[in-house]
């Protein structure tokens, strides 16, 4: 069977491409056979922030799914709704749960099953946190001082000192160091392979870093180094700014659709997405920005495709076509796609809560039974 590798970052896969650009990275050097391939671990987790929009979803959530139907049996699939990276920033208790479950409905309603995967709730494995705490006795400050996680976050300059007055105001040590804790949740599983975005290669790198670190003061392979595999994908982007990446934080809830949209929902939301004064339906990100935006969800979300190899060709079907009529194709096609899922979700969530609560309990033990055998190691090697 194929190995095909997933995305954590809000990214967007053509599917025939993403199996292609996959298949080549893990199979370069691999028997054929399964029983003869190096056994993979692939790690990815996603932020609980409530119901998934399509950024999400084409960007990890689709490629997670496919993975687990076509992954060979020598793969581990390990997701986690990363629930303690989320309090980096306040969150109201009530509201994080609940974002908890959306999440967890989701992944289950787009696909994602409990018997095939691990799925679950990072703060249901202490060992994360407990093997984030071994790792930080080591890691450096000189190191974390560099990574842009906390900058961004706290809107720093780049070149921003954590020491310095400026930024020791806004700066909480949880932000500070969550790239150990990211790490922590690779290297407890012994991941081989975590996909990411340009965006976050930094991070990986530094879980290799601490893995390199821990290992040499252990004088063993204790910790696995995952390999980085960068995303060739885009972004999904916003349908009120399309220079800008599709945010659940954003401001006008106009500009992402939910997986939960109602059909009404997502013809309103096309209909008045930003896109341009030009005659007629041309594919070019750069001078339409809007329209290309529009081309490509359709392209991801068309399960033909119409024979198409990428949006370019893709847009063509489009053409003689006004905007308003591109909208309504591409709406047609949004609601077509998201119908079943968003009936499966609304299913588990309208019922007593046992679909949750037992894919969460299954997840759960699977990865406590994963984290526990490599912190059996980790405590050994440091002389608990």
């Given at each position: 069977?194929s190995?095909k590798l997933?995305?954590?970052?809000?990214a967007?896969?053509?599917p025939?491409?993403?199996?292609?650009?996959v298949?080549?990275r893990?199979?370069?050097?691999?028997p054929?056979?399964d029983a003869?391939?190096?056994?993979?671990?692939i790690?990815s987790?996603?932020?609980?922030?409530?119901?998934?929009?399509l950024?999400?979803?084409?960007g990890a959530?689709?490629?997670?799914?496919?993975l687990q139907?076509?992954?060979?049996?020598n793969?581990?699939l390990?997701?986690s709704?990363v629930?303690l990276?989320?309090?980096?920033?306040?969150?109201?208790?009530?509201?994080l749960?609940t974002?908890?479950?959306?999440?967890?409905?989701?992944?289950?309603?787009?696909?994602?099953?409990?018997q095939?995967?691990?799925?679950?709730?990072?703060?249901?494995?202490?060992?994360h946190?407990?093997l984030?705490?071994?790792?930080?006795c080591?890691?450096?400050?000189?190191?974390?001082s560099?990574?842009?996680?906390?900058?961004?976050?706290l809107?720093l300059?780049?070149n921003a000192?954590?020491?310095?007055?400026?930024s020791?105001?806004?700066?909480k040590l949880?932000l500070?160091?969550?790239p150990?804790?990211?790490?922590?949740?690779?290297?407890i599983?012994?991941?081989?392979?975590?996909?990411v975005?340009?965006?976050q290669?930094q991070h990986?790198?530094f879980?290799?870093?601490?893995?390199?670190g821990?290992?040499?003061?252990?004088?063993?392979?204790?910790?696995v180094?995952p390999e980085t595999?960068?995303s060739?994908?885009?972004r999904v982007?916003?349908?009120?700014?399309?220079?800008?990446?599709?945010s659940?934080?954003?401001?006008?809830p106009?500009s992402?659709i939910l997986?939960?949209?109602?059909?009404?929902?997502?013809s309103k939301k096309l209909?008045?997405?930003?896109?341009?004064?030009i005659?007629?339906?041309?594919?070019d990100?750069?001078a339409?920005?809007?329209v290309?935006?529009?081309?490509e969800?359709?392209?991801?979300?068309d399960?033909?495709?119409?024979?198409?190899a990428?949006?370019?060709?893709y847009?063509?079907?489009?053409?003689g076509?006004s905007?308003?009529a591109?909208?309504?194709?591409?709406a047609e096609?949004v609601?077509?796609h998201?119908a079943?899922?968003r009936?499966?979700?609304?299913?588990?969530?309208?019922?007593?809560?046992?679909i949750?609560?037992?894919?969460?309990?299954i997840?759960?033990?699977?990865?406590?039974k994963?984290?526990?055998s490599?912190?059996?190691?980790?405590?050994?090697?440091?002389?608990?």
């Open positions: 069977m190995q997933c995305s954590v970052i809000c967007r896969f053509a025939r491409s993403l199996a292609s650009r298949l080549t893990l199979h370069s050097n691999t054929s056979s003869l391939a190096a056994p993979r671990v790690f987790g996603i932020q609980p922030t409530g119901v998934p929009h950024g999400n979803y084409l959530m689709q490629q997670w799914v496919k139907n076509d992954a060979s049996s793969t581990s390990i997701y709704v629930d990276h989320a309090i980096t920033v306040h969150q109201n208790p009530d509201a749960r974002s908890k479950k959306e999440m967890l409905a989701a992944l289950l309603a787009v696909g994602l099953d409990p095939k995967c691990t799925i679950f709730f990072q703060s249901d494995v202490p060992a946190s407990e984030m705490w071994i790792l930080s080591s890691a450096s400050m000189g190191y974390l560099r990574m842009t996680q906390w900058k961004s976050k809107d300059d780049e000192n954590p020491l310095d007055p400026s020791k105001t806004k700066l949880g500070f160091s969550y150990v804790l990211q790490a922590a949740d690779i290297l599983h012994k991941a081989t392979h975590v996909p975005g340009h965006d290669s990986l790198e879980a290799r870093e601490c893995a390199a821990f290992n040499h003061l252990a004088g063993s392979k204790v910790l180094q595999l960068l060739l994908a885009k982007m916003a349908l009120d700014r399309p220079t800008h990446k599709m659940k934080s954003a401001p006008n106009k992402r997986l939960t949209d109602s059909s009404s929902a997502i209909r008045v997405a930003l896109t341009d004064s005659e007629g339906v041309t594919y990100p750069s339409r920005p809007g290309s935006n529009l081309i969800i359709a392209f991801n979300l399960s033909s495709n119409h024979g198409a990428d949006p370019a060709e847009a063509k079907e489009f053409e076509l905007l308003k591109l909208k309504d194709k591409v096609v609601d077509g998201l079943p899922i009936a499966r979700f609304e299913e588990i969530v309208g019922g007593d809560g046992k949750l609560e037992e894919a969460a309990q997840g759960a033990e699977k990865a406590r994963s984290a526990e490599t912190m059996k190691e980790v405590r050994h090697a440091v002389g608990f």
